[in-house]
């Protein structure tokens, strides 16, 4: 009996798995079906000189124009088949369709800041007169879909084209109270009756459209949106750490703190001076580049925080922001594998690169600094001899203070350098770190 109750959840998990990847199955094969179907309308009037953000614009544009041509042909396909297709009303349905064609061509042709104003001032405007034309005021709440163009406004106009914006914005509003006031106050002789097919395409096929168009748009915004959010907060964290970051976006003006256990290290690439005027400049960033970010990855690892570049120099620290009770032996792995990646990089670019190392331990004060380009920094004594330890040491070594040794204990394996004058500081017992013992 409990080998049948066994069976019979095994398969019921199996039967359930399927069905799981049979959904995610369809759902990748309707993913597919709709990035093919959008990919030609994403790519018209793309151009290699406009920014992301831009290009996100365009893709709004086009898709948007091209849904609203889609439920026009939908509308006039539904005007033949009830019968009610008369002159004027598809007049009015192909002068919609010219003018969405014509944003799509001002696009294609280059000119996408005339298909915005196009899109954001005709279509209100184109509207609001056939309405009133038709019937003498606007029997299928058409405010709603004025509404979404002006919200679609919102997204594709930029910081140096707010006059634009505001146009648009006010073109909108006034399209929408001329509907709403206007047959108020005055009889319009409207050329054709709402007759009981009009009212059947207004329920059923004009509201249910409207909303779905409007719940696209309140979409597409909010992607937008989300996404911009993302690329901010991205840039943000390429030049602060997270906590630092999350603290500014939430409204901290001034970060400034003091830290204990901290330890410093300095790196300098020995001979890359020299170097540097016998490269061609790419290639000199490239080779740095590739030192680099192989020390971000290092710190990553170990949880050390970048802090910045100085030329051909890199200054780390573990125990900020955030507290580190193993700062010191951190610190020290990450030194180590700064020295194994430089190698790896020297028989990787076939040049003859060294470094020097120095690593301090103490108290520092960090914080931000800047108002356009943010920087989070460290000062204090600690941060200047953990330069020294570096500027005095030896190449393809890491130099070490009598501190961080101490906080390192037995843990790693060091080789006593003596005392040397050191400057600014006068004379101070020194290490050199050779490896990491086994864990016993």
Request: charged share 20%; glycine share 8%; proline share 3%.
């Amino acid at each position: 009996m409990q080998y049948a109750s066994g069976l019979s959840l095994t398969q019921s998990m199996k039967t359930k798995r399927s069905d799981e990847d049979s959904n995610k199955s369809a759902n990748g094969a309707w993913s597919v079906f709709l990035q093919r179907l959008l990919r030609p309308i994403d790519r018209i009037g793309q151009q290699g000189n406009f920014s992301p953000k831009e290009r996100r614009r365009l893709i709004i544009v086009n898709r948007m124009i091209s849904l609203f041509g889609l439920c026009l042909l939908i509308r006039q396909a539904l005007l033949l088949i009830l019968g009610a297709d008369q002159g004027m009303l598809s007049l009015a349905g192909i002068s919609l369709l010219a003018f969405c064609a014509s944003i799509l061509l001002l696009n294609a042709c280059g000119q996408f800041f005339w298909g915005k104003i196009l899109l954001s001032y005709g279509t209100p405007i184109l509207m609001t007169g056939w309405l009133l034309y038709l019937y003498g005021y606007d029997p299928a709440d058409t405010w709603m879909t004025i509404t979404g163009f002006m919200m679609i406004s919102l997204v594709l106009f930029g910081a140096r084209e707010r006059t634009y914006l505001a146009g648009a914005l006010l073109t909108g509003v006034a399209c929408m109270l001329v509907l709403a006031l206007l047959p108020r106050f005055m009889t319009l002789p409207g050329k054709y009756p709402v007759g009981p097919e009009l009212t059947f395409m207004i329920e059923w096929f004009f509201s249910p459209v409207i909303f779905c168009f409007m719940a696209i748009v309140a979409r597409m915004i909010y992607r937008n949106s989300v996404l911009a959010e993302a690329r901010a907060d991205q840039l943000l964290l390429n030049v602060l750490p997270e906590p630092i970051a999350d603290r500014l976006k939430e409204g901290e003006q001034y970060i400034a703190e003091r830290h204990s256990g901290v330890s410093i290290i300095f790196v300098d690439i020995v001979g890359f001076t020299e170097l540097s005027s016998k490269l061609r400049p790419s290639e000199l960033v490239t080779i740095l580049d590739s030192i680099f970010r192989r020390f971000d990855l290092i710190c990553e690892r170990y949880g050390a925080e970048k802090i910045k570049t100085i030329g051909d120099g890199y200054m780390a620290a573990t125990g900020v922001p955030e507290a580190d009770p193993d700062h010191a032996a951190n610190a020290a792995r990450t030194a180590l594998a700064f020295c194994e990646s430089l190698e790896n990089s020297v028989e990787r670019h076939g040049i003859r690169l060294t470094i020097r190392v120095g690593v301090h331990t103490g108290t520092v004060v960090a914080g931000v600094i800047g108002e356009k380009k943010f920087i989070y920094d460290l000062w204090g004594d600690t941060v200047n001899v953990a330069s020294r330890m570096e500027s005095h040491g030896e190449v393809g070594r890491v130099h070490l203070s009598k501190e961080l040794r101490d906080e390192l204990g037995s843990g790693f394996s060091v080789e006593a350098r003596g005392e040397i004058e050191v400057k600014g500081k006068g004379l101070m017992e020194t290490f050199f770190l050779l490896e990491e013992n086994a864990a016993p």
